[in-house]
């Protein structure tokens, strides 16, 4: 499914977006993120990394949208929803493909009542 689509309302427990909406404008993220805690069920969790660092790229005819740890606390904030960042951590590339200085910020958001 495109997250752009994503209609549903209370729908699931979980959501996992890894390395999938950082492909993403940043300025539509904060949409596509209401979308998703919108679908979420009380309680629920989003998983979802992107690339740490700033700005974004266009690689291969990919976009990249570059976050940091701050900028997705700023963004749940903005919305204004009951979310909240309650784990963060970074991982070295697990694929074979060259990554020069590629660190990846894990987040996981959750929905409260």
Same mark, same amino acid.
């Given at each position: 499914?495109?997250?752009?689509? %994503?209609?549903?309302?209370?729908?699931?427990?979980?959501?996992?977006?890894?390395?999938?909406?950082?492909?993403? *404008?940043? *300025?539509?993220?904060?949409?596509?993120?209401? $979308?998703?805690? &919108?679908?979420? !069920? /009380?309680?629920?969790?989003? =998983?979802?990394?992107?690339?740490?660092?700033?700005?974004? *790229?266009?690689? *291969?005819?990919?976009?990249?949208? =570059?976050?940091? !740890? &701050?900028?997705?606390? !700023?963004?749940?904030?903005? %919305?204004? #929803?009951? /979310?909240?960042?309650?784990?963060?951590?970074?991982?070295?590339?697990?694929? $074979? #493909?060259?990554?020069?200085?590629?660190?990846?910020?894990?987040?996981?958001?959750?929905?409260?009542?």
């Amino acid at each position: 499914m495109n997250f752009k689509e %994503l209609e549903d309302i209370n729908t699931y427990d979980g959501i996992w977006a890894c390395s999938s909406i950082l492909h993403i *404008e940043k *300025e539509k993220l904060p949409n596509i993120l209401n $979308k998703m805690i &919108n679908a979420l !069920k /009380v309680n629920g969790i989003i =998983y979802t990394s992107f690339k740490i660092g700033e700005g974004f *790229e266009i690689k *291969e005819g990919k976009y990249y949208n =570059y976050l940091t !740890k &701050n900028e997705m606390i !700023k963004i749940l904030q903005d %919305l204004n #929803r009951n /979310v909240k960042l309650i784990d963060y951590f970074e991982t070295l590339p697990s694929t $074979k #493909r060259i990554a020069k200085n590629t660190i990846w910020g894990n987040f996981i958001i959750k929905m409260f009542e």
